[in-house]
């Protein structure tokens, strides 16, 4: 749910010229009343120097267009301002434009409900409670007048005043993930576990982004007795109930306030927000109004490039991230950024670069070590790769694609005693990982040293794969570890299989090339060759995607 700012309520004072003897004057011609303006309170713009330049004259011209107003055109004009400086988080001076828009019309909804936005965010929830109560009897079915209130009623200690309101707006808006949010709390203070339980799981269903569901829904199991689970979700909350992403709730008066200010910032929040719900075409627009007013904030480019490339357009993505890096050459995660969409299209050459960039600016960016190891590894730069593992592996040891990339460089350096010591030691870290067993049966069964072959540890190793993972790369395995062993004729029978399942998965050129270890085995022949020079264990990265940027150009 969204965080905003309210304001004081004002009584309406209509005052009547009286005569000296107490009646409204009146001539024969027409009767004439005069009305006096109710009594405004000052309003004065505050220190914006914190503020965007933008931003500054946006408040000042909304600031001069309401003092050259006459008295009865200000209401709208006083709320657009004060609209203005809650969004720049301003509550003291949009208080007091929202009590004179509200004094001036006091039939509009909208004063005391942004009053509501104003007095909740300040603490001041008394008051907040009673301005969405006169909102509400403005707009009885308003779906977030009630929600908002239900919420502070909560917050006050008064659960019991928030479950008619919240059971009325899911009467109204039923499929609504703040409803369910707000009812899962009002159930947990009055320690109805079970129907919490219920409401905060739905709503949690409806966007397992909105994190803050995580954390009341711990104490709903806790109260429950699901120790287990309440520990879970308090892993997964990450913080206290007001942190995380929020929940979703359909608000036009609140997203007019999110959107109002015309700040690179307040569109780089909302790309940043939309990212975080995965919607990246409204990221990639937000960002987009956001390098319109800073075009010169290498940020602002890293961002919308990244969003440009969720929605497919990795050419403008790297034109984006081109211009973050001249305005930034050190931004580390623009050079990796730049580096991962050279190494989608096939131009390695370019990612080592940019990856290397990466690292030598930001020598903690994990990623990027990983990445280059990886791109390196793939071009045959084997030596170097390993410094690079070794370098992942020293910040997050337990970084599983860094041990299996090492011991397959080792692996492709023939240096197999070092590789099946670093993959028995990954198999500590990672029992659940399959890569690591395969690999270390593999080596076992076929490495060409006769010093580290083991027949029946591979053998052991890969029976107890067979049991859950019955795929081409175990069955292939398996021939191998056979083999070892002189029972041929079960190896010959594995490596049909392997070879069959391999050209019913659509790679027949793979099955023709399994050929060569079936011939072995036929002939009663071990296998010396653990890895295929073509096998995907040595080409690691993503899938070429030609023409993703276009030709490269030329050297």
Not at 200 to 217: D, F, H, S, W
Not at 234 to 263: F, I, K, W, Y
Not at 290 to 311: E, K, T, W, Y
Request: hydrophobic share 45%; net charge negative.
């Amino acid at each position: 749910m969204m965080v905003t700012r309210g304001l004081l309520s004002g009584l309406v004072a209509v005052c009547l010229l009286l005569g000296s003897s107490g009646v409204i004057g009146v001539t024969v011609a027409s009767a004439q009343v005069t009305v006096a303006e109710p009594a405004l309170l000052p309003v004065v713009l505050p220190d914006l120097s914190r503020m965007h330049g933008v931003v500054q004259e946006q408040m000042r011209e909304a600031y001069a267009s309401l003092m050259a107003l006459e008295s009865g055109e200000r209401s709208t004009a006083y709320g657009q301002l004060g609209t203005l400086l809650m969004a720049g988080e301003y509550p003291a001076e949009a208080e007091r434009c929202f009590q004179n828009a509200r004094l001036l019309a006091p039939d509009d909804f909208r004063w005391p409900y942004y009053l509501g936005h104003i007095y909740k965010n300040t603490g001041h929830l008394t008051k907040a409670a009673a301005h969405f109560e006169q909102a509400l009897r403005f707009r009885p079915t308003d779906l977030a007048t009630l929600v908002w209130l239900g919420h502070v009623q909560i917050d006050l200690g008064r659960p019991e005043a928030a479950e008619p309101l919240l059971t009325r707006a899911r009467s109204l808006h039923p499929d609504t993930q703040a409803v369910l949010f707000q009812l899962g709390r009002a159930a947990v203070a009055t320690q109805d576990y079970a129907r919490a339980v219920q409401h905060l799981e739905g709503a949690l269903q409806m966007n397992p982004a909105a994190t803050i569901v995580r954390y009341p829904l711990a104490m709903a199991y806790r109260g429950l007795g699901d120790l287990e689970r309440a520990q879970d979700y308090l892993d997964q909350s990450g913080a206290r109930a007001a942190a995380g992403v929020g929940v979703t709730l359909p608000d036009p008066l609140m997203a007019e306030v999110s959107t109002v200010l015309r700040s690179p910032q307040v569109y780089w929040d909302l790309g940043l927000y939309a990212g975080a719900t995965g919607d990246w075409p409204e990221a990639v627009k937000q960002f987009r109004n956001a390098v319109q007013l800073a075009p010169d904030s290498p940020i602002v480019r890293l961002n919308l490039g990244l969003a440009l490339n969720r929605v497919g357009d990795a050419r403008a993505a790297l034109d984006q991230l081109e211009e973050a890096v001249r305005l930034d050459p050190q931004l580390a995660r623009a050079h990796f950024a730049t580096g991962t969409l050279f190494e989608r299209s096939g131009r390695d050459r370019e990612a080592i670069d940019r990856y290397t960039s990466a690292v030598t600016h930001d020598p903690n960016l994990g990623e990027a070590h990983l990445r280059l190891a990886d791109a390196l590894r793939r071009t045959d730069r084997l030596e170097v790769s390993l410094a690079s593992y070794q370098r992942v592996l020293e910040l997050e040891p337990g970084w599983a694609e860094a041990r299996f990339g090492e011991a397959m460089a080792l692996v492709r350096l023939a240096r197999h005693r070092e590789a099946l010591e670093r993959l028995r030691v990954a198999m500590g870290f990672h029992p659940e990982e399959l890569a690591f067993p395969l690999a270390l049966a593999r080596l076992l069964a076929a490495s060409p040293d006769a010093q580290i072959r083991d027949g029946q540890e591979a053998l052991d190793l890969v029976y107890a794969l067979t049991e859950e993972h019955q795929t081409t790369a175990v069955a292939e395995t398996m021939a191998m570890a056979l083999a070892e062993r002189g029972q041929f004729a079960q190896a010959v029978e594995w490596q049909r299989l392997a070879m069959s399942g391999a050209t019913e998965a659509g790679h027949s050129e793979v099955a023709q090339r399994m050929a060569v270890n079936l011939a072995l085995y036929e002939r009663e022949t071990p296998c010396r060759t653990p890895w295929r020079d073509d096998a995907l264990e040595y080409r690691p990265g993503p899938t070429v995607e030609p023409g993703l940027l276009g030709p490269p150009p030329p050297f």
